[in-house]
């Protein structure tokens, strides 16, 4: 396959992945509208660089190893579900700020690396991306698919979930919408932590 068809593909399948609900969302829009557009973003680049675990062990071949250990799969699971378990209690524990503290909390918001590091464990931590860049991966790679061919795939990837997520930010991060998640307050960070916790349950559950 060229390398043009291969991103066409790429492309296609990966922007639905990207936009389909699941941590990577919920993460981004609690940290957009909690912390602010600086924040999310941020995320936003931690989740994408969180691919480049995903697709470096893809690119060695692991990935089929991977998805077809039921042990290593089971131990992804467990440590990503507790990871999302751990974000949820943080989020349900919110509690109502007065208008005067949220300078100080913002303030004390947590560092760029920290950040971007929620983003990065939250996307390398995900069970499922070893089965879905087993089968993205097959549809586009062959054995003589060049290395550089298969550092650009991953690049562009990458762009796509960024690209997707700053677009998610910008969006919450509009004046008029922003304003009325803002006004949910601690309520808006317990739904979300709640989803988390959802999300966390629900991945120690599913069989993959």
Same mark, same amino acid.
């Given at each position: 396959?060229?390398? /043009?068809?291969?991103?066409? +593909?790429?492309?296609?399948? @990966?922007?639905? =992945?990207?936009?389909?609900?699941?941590?990577?969302? !919920?993460?981004?829009?609690?940290? #957009? *509208?909690?912390? &602010?557009?600086?924040? $999310? *973003?941020?995320?936003?680049?931690?989740?994408?660089? $969180? *691919?480049? !675990? @995903?697709?470096? %062990?893809?690119?060695? $071949?692991?990935?089929?190893?991977? =998805?077809?250990?039921?042990?290593?799969? #089971?131990?992804?699971?467990?440590?990503? =579900?507790? %990871?999302?378990? %751990?974000?949820?209690?943080?989020?349900?524990?919110?509690?109502?700020?007065?208008?005067?503290?949220?300078? !100080?909390?913002?303030?004390?918001?947590?560092?760029?690396?920290? /950040?971007?590091?929620?983003?990065?464990?939250?996307?390398?931590?995900?069970?499922?991306?070893?089965?879905?860049?087993?089968?993205?991966? #097959?549809? !586009?790679?062959?054995?003589? /698919?060049?290395?550089? @061919?298969?550092?650009?795939? &991953?690049?562009?990837? +990458?762009?796509?979930?960024? =690209?997707?997520?700053? /677009?998610?930010?910008?969006?919450?991060?509009?004046?008029?919408?922003?304003?009325?998640?803002?006004?949910? &307050? @601690?309520?808006?960070?317990?739904?979300? &932590?709640?989803? +988390?916790?959802?999300? $966390?349950?629900?991945?120690? #559950?599913?069989?993959?």
């Amino acid at each position: 396959m060229d390398i /043009t068809t291969g991103l066409v +593909m790429i492309s296609s399948i @990966h922007l639905l =992945a990207a936009a389909s609900p699941g941590p990577d969302f !919920v993460l981004v829009s609690q940290q #957009t *509208l909690s912390q &602010g557009k600086k924040a $999310g *973003l941020l995320c936003s680049l931690g989740i994408a660089l $969180g *691919l480049s !675990v @995903h697709i470096a %062990y893809s690119a060695l $071949g692991l990935a089929a190893v991977i =998805a077809n250990s039921a042990s290593l799969l #089971t131990l992804i699971k467990l440590v990503g =579900a507790s %990871y999302l378990l %751990y974000l949820g209690y943080q989020g349900i524990r919110s509690t109502a700020r007065k208008e005067q503290a949220i300078s !100080v909390t913002q303030s004390i918001s947590p560092s760029p690396a920290k /950040t971007i590091g929620l983003g990065f464990l939250c996307n390398a931590l995900n069970p499922k991306a070893p089965v879905y860049f087993v089968a993205l991966f #097959t549809l !586009v790679i062959s054995p003589d /698919t060049p290395l550089n @061919h298969l550092f650009i795939y &991953g690049l562009w990837m +990458m762009f796509i979930q960024f =690209a997707w997520f700053a /677009t998610v930010v910008l969006l919450l991060s509009r004046p008029t919408v922003n304003k009325k998640f803002q006004q949910m &307050g @601690h309520w808006l960070d317990r739904i979300m &932590g709640l989803a +988390m916790i959802a999300l $966390g349950i629900k991945m120690l #559950t599913t069989k993959l």
